[in-house]
């Protein structure tokens, strides 16, 4: 099983339209969490750390769910911009270990 | 925020020839450094964990005579494909952890896009 699983979409919405994406991870004992926005042949970007109180910025809001095991990303009033591939980051503390999802693609419809 | 500088962005090479990636933290010391290899539309893998002034750890099936790490200072590290072939070509990216962060994050090179002929 892998560490951080991810739907790969690909999701095609238009602008201005609301979508959310989901990641689930399989170790109990993981600590941090991130989401990271990477364009074609780019290096990911941090786009927010996701916090167990779940966090908002701007139109993006992160929510953790430690039960459950999974993270999301809601993106509101999509830009077209906002085209990418989002990465679901997940930390293990323990020996500094980083698991990536194998990401979200997003395109933005005008 | 962290910076962290990969050189150089693009690579061809002739199968065979060996090539050389290099990492820099500019503004911070980076005791370990992580380098990951991305196929088209597929997610980061880590390939490796750089450790100054010792060996790098190497993911399971990454070859370690292959891809030779270096990491003699606490600012660079640096990836060498040897005798590379075509299945090599992959995109190539290094990242650091800043310490003091606070919740660990990753601050990551611009890659490197490796094409092997």
């Known amino acids: 099983r892998k560490e951080v699983e991810q739907d790969p979409g690909p999701f095609n919405v238009p602008e201005g339209a609301t979508v959310a994406f989901n990641c689930t991870y399989s170790n109990s004992a993981s600590q941090s969490f991130f989401w990271y926005r990477q364009d074609c042949r780019k290096e990911p970007k941090l786009l927010m750390s996701?916090?167990?109180s779940g966090n908002e910025d701007g139109r993006f809001t992160a929510q953790l769910n430690r039960a459950s095991q999974y993270i999301s990303l809601l993106i509101r009033d999509s830009k077209l911009s906002d085209s990418a591939t989002y990465l679901c980051?997940?930390?293990?503390?323990?020996?500094?270990?980083?698991?990536f999802g194998t990401g979200t693609s997003l395109t933005v419809i005008p | 925020g962290a910076v962290v500088s990969q050189h150089p962005s693009w690579v061809i090479c002739k199968s065979g020839t060996s090539v050389k990636i290099e990492c820099r933290s500019l503004d911070f010391q980076a005791t370990t450094m992580f380098w990951y290899r991305q196929f088209p539309k597929q997610s980061l893998m880590l390939m490796a964990t750089s450790n100054e002034g010792s060996k790098a750890t190497y993911e399971q099936g990454v070859e370690k005579d292959k891809f030779l790490i270096n990491h003699a200072s606490l600012t660079l590290s640096t990836l060498t494909v040897t005798s590379a072939h075509p299945e090599d070509s992959s995109f190539y990216i290094c990242?650091?952890?800043?310490?003091?962060?606070?919740?660990?994050?990753?601050?990551f090179g611009s890659g490197t896009q490796l094409s092997v002929l």
């Open positions: 996701v916090y167990s």
């Open positions: 980051v997940v930390n293990i503390n323990t020996g500094n270990q980083f698991y």
């Open positions: 990242s650091a952890d800043p310490p003091g962060q606070g919740a660990e994050k990753l601050f």
